[in-house]
């Protein structure tokens, strides 16, 4: 059976895999710098044969066929970059590269991508349609490497019927996957706002606007939009996350700098909010004798794992590991550039556990100390072979 043959395969080349993923991690880039990570994606590619073409500067796609390629098209992928963090775990692939680490789990997404890739190519006589390999970069930074591999067309040529990504789950004991069906994490957007005044002596508050205080009450007044405007049923967060200004005590900026997140997961809501931000901001500010430069820079959108898609991966899910092995993963305020996918094709992300208290691996992501047991790697790449190989839209 097929699935035997896929999980044989995955034990077979364990530790090439288990290596793989650590020659990654030691080698960390961050957004649109993965030149190492995109060339050593394209040489493995290469040494399987499997034809593929560079988009957005270091992006990968590739396309493996299997018997009848236009009956079925599925597309997998993974995200490659790093983040600006000093890692702390004192391991034998620690991170090389000074203040950058794989502190998200994208080594392991992309090993877990390269792994099924290699599987699909060996196994192509023995399933239907096309899969497609999408290696994205800049999943971290803004506008988000999937938008510029959109641009680039990453779904074209063929257009896939369905797209499947994973994220690593430290909350969730290894063995485990969880899925959801809807909405499942939020759109990000950043918020940059300027409150500028003459300045002037502490003293003489009278003969200046204070941007201190300005920004304080600009700061409370923020979350009354999320409070008294927001359907409470619908999730959604405004969090101002840096206040910058001043330099003593006793001098009156005339400059203030905040800078925040606001999260969402309904698109209307979300750019009525954007209004409301600037308006509150300006007309505030402006009230208690300052001026006010308001920036939302738009993000990412909402993930929408779609239901029909999503049922079908849960249940491919429940005969390949057994139901006591499947959980429903929860809402997250967290954002992830695969939204971008989710809202032009049918789209599921799903997460892998990856945790293990036992071994210490306890840590969340973006955290210096975060890791992963690696026995999640040959879990994951046989998944996204399973679902490469089988799911059907």
Same mark, same amino acid.
């Given at each position: 059976?097929?699935r035997e043959k896929i999980r044989s395969l995955s034990e077979q080349y364990q530790q090439e895999f288990i290596q793989a993923r650590r020659h990654i991690h030691t080698h960390p880039?961050?957004?649109?710098?993965?030149?190492?990570?995109?060339?050593?994606?394209?040489?493995?590619?290469?040494?399987?044969?499997?034809?593929?073409?560079?988009?957005?500067?270091?992006?990968?796609?590739?396309?493996?066929?299997?018997?009848?390629?236009?009956?079925?098209?599925?597309?997998?992928?993974?995200?490659?970059?790093?983040?600006?963090?000093?890692?702390?775990?004192?391991?034998?692939?620690?991170?090389?590269?000074?203040?950058?680490?794989?502190?998200?789990?994208?080594?392991?997404?992309?090993?877990?991508?390269?792994?099924?890739?290699?599987?699909?190519?060996?196994?192509?006589?023995?399933?239907?349609?096309?899969?497609?390999?999408?290696?994205?970069?800049?999943?971290?930074?803004?506008?988000?490497?999937?938008?510029?591999?959109?641009?680039?067309?990453?779904?074209?040529?063929?257009?896939? *019927? !369905?797209?499947?990504?994973?994220? /690593?789950? @430290?909350?969730?004991?290894?063995? =485990?996957?969880? &899925? #959801?069906?809807?909405?499942?994490?939020?759109?990000?957007?950043?918020?940059?706002?300027?409150?500028?005044?003459?300045?002037?002596?502490?003293?003489?508050?009278?003969?200046?606007?204070?941007?201190?205080?300005i920004a304080s009450q600009l700061i409370v007044s923020l979350q009354q939009i999320i409070s008294r405007n927001n359907d409470p049923f619908s999730p959604s967060v405004l969090s101002?996350?840096?206040? *910058? !200004?001043?330099?003593?005590?006793? /001098?009156? @900026?005339?400059?203030?700098?905040? =800078?925040?997140? &606001? #999260?969402?997961?309904?698109?209307?809501?979300?750019?009525?909010?954007?209004?409301?931000?600037?308006?509150?901001?300006?007309?505030?500010?402006?009230?208690?004798?300052?001026?006010?430069?308001?920036?939302?820079?738009?993000?990412?959108?909402?993930?929408?794992?779609?239901?029909?898609?999503?049922?079908?991966?849960?249940?491919?899910?429940?005969?390949?590991?057994?139901?006591?092995?499947?959980?429903?993963?929860?809402?997250?305020?967290?954002?992830?550039?695969?939204?971008?996918?989710?809202?032009?094709?049918?789209?599921?992300?799903?997460?892998?556990?990856?945790?293990?208290?036992?071994?210490?691996?306890?840590?969340?992501?973006?955290?210096?100390?975060?890791?992963?047991?690696?026995?999640?790697?040959?879990?994951?790449?046989?998944?996204?072979?399973?679902?490469?190989?089988?799911?059907?839209?």
């Open positions: 059976m097929l880039e961050l957004s649109y710098q993965e030149f190492e990570t995109s060339q050593f994606i394209q040489q493995k590619l290469n040494d399987w044969n499997i034809p593929f073409e560079v988009k957005a500067t270091t992006g990968v796609v590739g396309l493996i066929e299997g018997k009848n390629p236009a009956s079925r098209i599925i597309a997998l992928r993974a995200d490659i970059d790093a983040l600006p963090i000093h890692e702390e775990n004192e391991v034998d692939y620690k991170s090389v590269n000074e203040g950058v680490m794989h502190a998200c789990g994208h080594d392991v997404h992309t090993t877990c991508l390269l792994g099924a890739a290699k599987i699909l190519q060996e196994l192509k006589d023995e399933w239907e349609g096309t899969v497609k390999l999408i290696f994205q970069p800049g999943e971290e930074k803004n506008p988000g490497g999937a938008s510029l591999m959109i641009k680039d067309g990453a779904l074209e040529n063929p257009k896939p *019927q !369905g797209i499947f990504g994973l994220h /690593v789950h @430290p909350g969730l004991p290894l063995g =485990k996957l969880s &899925f #959801r069906k809807g909405r499942v994490m939020a759109s990000a957007d950043e918020i940059y706002i300027t409150i500028k005044s003459k300045g002037g002596h502490a003293a003489a508050p009278h003969l200046t606007a204070d941007t201190i205080l101002i996350c840096s206040i *910058q !200004g001043g330099h003593t005590t006793n /001098v009156i @900026p005339s400059e203030v700098k905040l =800078k925040g997140t &606001f #999260r969402a997961m309904d698109e209307q809501w979300r750019r009525k909010a954007h209004g409301l931000i600037k308006k509150q901001s300006e007309e505030l500010v402006h009230a208690m004798g300052a001026e006010a430069d308001v920036l939302i820079d738009v993000g990412y959108p909402f993930v929408d794992n779609d239901s029909k898609l999503t049922e079908v991966a849960w249940q491919l899910a429940n005969e390949y590991w057994g139901k006591e092995n499947v959980e429903e993963t929860e809402i997250r305020m967290g954002a992830e550039d695969f939204g971008y996918y989710t809202h032009l094709v049918p789209g599921c992300f799903y997460r892998l556990g990856v945790r293990n208290e036992e071994k210490g691996i306890i840590h969340n992501v973006h955290t210096p100390k975060f890791n992963v047991d690696e026995g999640a790697i040959t879990n994951g790449i046989q998944m996204m072979a399973w679902l490469g190989a089988k799911a059907a839209v």
